[in-house]
């Protein structure tokens, strides 16, 4: 892999340009040490995940693209949706369980899905703009990207898959760390699922960036680079889990270890249909 190219935009954000028209958009003072990613089309920009709104966005996206900019979301929660509501244009996956918190014509995140109250954050109702289907090839102008359905951390949780350069915008699917399958709304079962699908769709050389990041030994913050290596020691974790047959490392969350950088997180519910 060849050097990450990163750079501070300000005392706040950090700016990891992954390859041409992708750029991978950190918080490294963030306790969770968001990434957000911007995708540069010749016509149309994507931002997926907006942070956790701590320090406003936008400034960071617009010195990137002078193109117009669609915010869309992986999922609800607080960390990651922060900013939506200061892009002019928004996006969300057309799911039944997201339309249902329409309400007289703005969208209502549900603190179930948004998990603020933990951190003392309000969601900020908005309009929505566009509603992607899953399966569905969203064109930035020579960039296409496809909106595919991952649940297990969330039920509405979705990763984009730029195809012709092999590439998975995964969010908090499959990140380095703790994955958070403990949460309200996880499911272990849908996990694998989500990861089966996966491993029919990505190619061997695949590259999956996730949503939160770790330093580097030597301090400096890069975009979360993973391998198809790592999802399928997801799936493996996943599958003797279910079987009985991965201790967890530490119980109340039951921890469990995926492989030497990744573990997974479970609490009682996030085994339904599986005990
Ligand atoms: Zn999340």
Same mark, same amino acid.
């Given at each position: 892999?060849?050097?990450?190219?990163?750079?501070?935009?300000?005392?706040?954000?950090?700016?990891?340009?992954?390859?041409?028209?992708?750029?991978?958009?950190?918080?490294?003072?963030?306790?969770?040490?968001?990434?957000?990613?911007?995708?540069?089309?010749?016509?149309?920009?994507?931002?997926?995940?907006?942070?956790?709104?701590?320090?406003?966005?936008? /400034?960071?996206?617009? *010195? +990137?693209? &002078? !193109?117009?900019?669609?915010? $869309? @979301?992986?999922?609800?929660?607080?960390?990651?949706?922060?900013?939506?509501?200061?892009?002019?244009?928004?996006?969300?996956?057309?799911?039944?369980?997201?339309?249902?918190?329409?309400?007289?014509?703005?969208?209502?995140?549900?603190?179930?899905?948004?998990?603020?109250?933990?951190?003392?954050?309000?969601?900020?109702?908005?309009?929505?703009?566009?509603?992607?289907?899953?399966?569905?090839?969203?064109?930035?102008?020579?960039?296409?990207?496809?909106?595919?359905?991952?649940?297990?951390?969330? /039920?509405?949780?979705? *990763? +984009?898959? &730029? !195809?012709?350069?092999?590439? $998975? @915008?995964?969010?908090?699917?499959?990140?380095?760390?703790?994955?958070?399958?403990?949460?309200?709304?996880?499911?272990?079962?849908?996990?694998?699922?989500?990861?089966?699908?996966?491993?029919?769709?990505?190619?061997?050389?695949?590259?999956?960036?996730?949503?939160?990041?770790?330093?580097?030994?030597?301090?400096?913050?890069?975009?979360?680079?993973?391998?198809?290596?790592?999802?399928?020691?997801?799936?493996?974790?996943?599958?003797?889990?279910?079987?009985?047959?991965?201790?967890?490392?530490?119980?109340?969350?039951?921890?469990?270890?995926?492989?030497?950088?990744?573990? $997974? @997180?479970?609490?009682?519910?996030?085994?339904?249909?599986?005990?």
């Amino acid at each position: 892999m060849t050097k990450p190219n990163i750079r501070w935009f300000d005392d706040w954000y950090v700016v990891d340009e992954i390859a041409p028209g992708l750029y991978g958009i950190g918080e490294p003072k963030y306790y969770q040490i968001n990434w957000n990613y911007l995708i540069v089309g010749d016509e149309r920009a994507l931002v997926f995940d907006t942070g956790p709104g701590v320090r406003d966005i936008t /400034p960071v996206v617009q *010195s +990137l693209t &002078d !193109r117009p900019v669609t915010a $869309l @979301l992986s999922h609800l929660h607080f960390d990651h949706t922060g900013n939506f509501h200061r892009f002019a244009d928004t996006a969300l996956a057309d799911l039944p369980i997201l339309r249902d918190s329409m309400r007289d014509g703005l969208f209502h995140a549900p603190e179930e899905m948004f998990l603020g109250a933990r951190d003392g954050v309000s969601w900020t109702p908005m309009a929505i703009g566009q509603w992607w289907s899953i399966g569905q090839r969203v064109d930035l102008g020579g960039k296409e990207l496809e909106i595919v359905a991952t649940p297990g951390h969330s /039920p509405e949780s979705i *990763s +984009l898959f &730029d !195809r012709e350069q092999g590439i $998975l @915008l995964a969010a908090d699917f499959l990140y380095l760390g703790n994955l958070y399958g403990q949460i309200p709304g996880a499911s272990l079962p849908d996990y694998l699922a989500a990861a089966e699908a996966l491993d029919s769709l990505l190619p061997d050389d695949a590259l999956i960036l996730g949503a939160h990041g770790k330093p580097l030994p030597d301090g400096t913050h890069v975009a979360p680079r993973l391998a198809r290596r790592d999802l399928e020691d997801l799936m493996t974790g996943l599958n003797a889990i279910r079987d009985g047959e991965l201790p967890p490392l530490s119980q109340n969350p039951d921890r469990y270890r995926i492989n030497d950088r990744i573990a $997974l @997180l479970a609490g009682p519910a996030s085994y339904d249909m599986w005990r």
